[in-house]
């Protein structure tokens, strides 16, 4: 199985950008998208459960939205901070064995 990850690019401070990321099998029970700024450890930024609320993280409440229809997981993203920088990856996780996919990384860029 394998996530496509796009969307990513270089924004200004307070505009928008939406990741979208495509499994080629809908075989998850979770989906999310997590970052990874330079020098830093990757974190959950967004994640969603089948069924389940969406949570997120708290630098980004009230900024980002996730949605998800089976085997997509998009990622909106408002009023972005350079704070955001960071590569951004989605990630599946498997019903069955909870087995983690991950999607190749892109690169979102906030900076005037």
């Known amino acids: 199985v394998q996530l496509q990850a796009s969307g990513g690019g270089l924004v200004q401070p307070g505009g928008s950008l939406r990741l979208s990321c495509v499994a080629s099998a809908n075989i998850f029970s979770f989906m999310g998208w997590y970052r990874q700024a330079l020098g830093k450890e990757r974190e959950l930024v967004a994640g969603?459960?089948?069924?389940?609320n969406p949570n997120y993280a708290d630098s980004v409440k009230g900024r980002f939205i996730i949605s998800r229809d089976k085997n997509t997981v998009d990622l909106q993203m408002n009023n972005l901070k350079p704070e955001d920088t960071a590569v951004y990856y989605c990630?599946?996780?498997?019903?069955?064995?909870?087995?983690?996919?991950w999607g190749q990384g892109t690169l979102v860029t906030v900076s005037s």
């Open positions: 990630k599946g996780e498997s019903v069955i064995g909870r087995r983690q996919y």
């Open positions: 969603i459960r089948s069924g389940g």
